[in-house]
């Protein structure tokens, strides 16, 4: 009954080399995932600190609004400054036409 389950020498290496190997395999497949899981990590910190560092959407409403409020300054103070050119060209030319 159990000359059947006789193994020689070469079969039991055989099996133990397999069995061994694929071990090996299963151990470096988790060793890889694992190195992975860790990379990934890395990423997701780095961009949960990014995205902390960016403004909200009520930040960047008050900053349009600034930025509105800064452009209507502008286009007045460009105005002003015309009505400057225009009065500095009447002097100029007056001086001009009286030049003697």
């Known amino acids: 009954m159990f000359e059947t389950l006789k ?3 070469q079969e039991a290496h055989w099996v133990v080399i397999t069995i061994l190997g694929l071990y090996t395999w299963f151990i470096k497949a988790q060793s890889a995932s694992n190195q992975e899981m860790l990379d990934l ?3 997701v910190t ?5 995205v902390k560092d ?6 960047i409403a008050r ?3 600034q ?5 209507t300054q502008l286009n007045s103070a460009n105005q002003n400054i015309a009505q400057v050119q225009r009065g500095v060209s009447r002097i100029e ?4 036409d ?3």
């Open 67 to 71: 930025v509105e409020t800064i452009k």
């Open 54 to 59: 960016m403004p909200s959407k009520i930040e």
């Open 46 to 50: 780095e961009l949960e600190s990014t």
């Open 98 to 100: 009286n030049k003697k």
């Open 7 to 9: 193994f020689s020498f």
């Open 63 to 65: 900053l349009e609004g």
């Open 93 to 96: 030319q007056w001086l001009i």
């Open 41 to 43: 990590r890395l990423r």
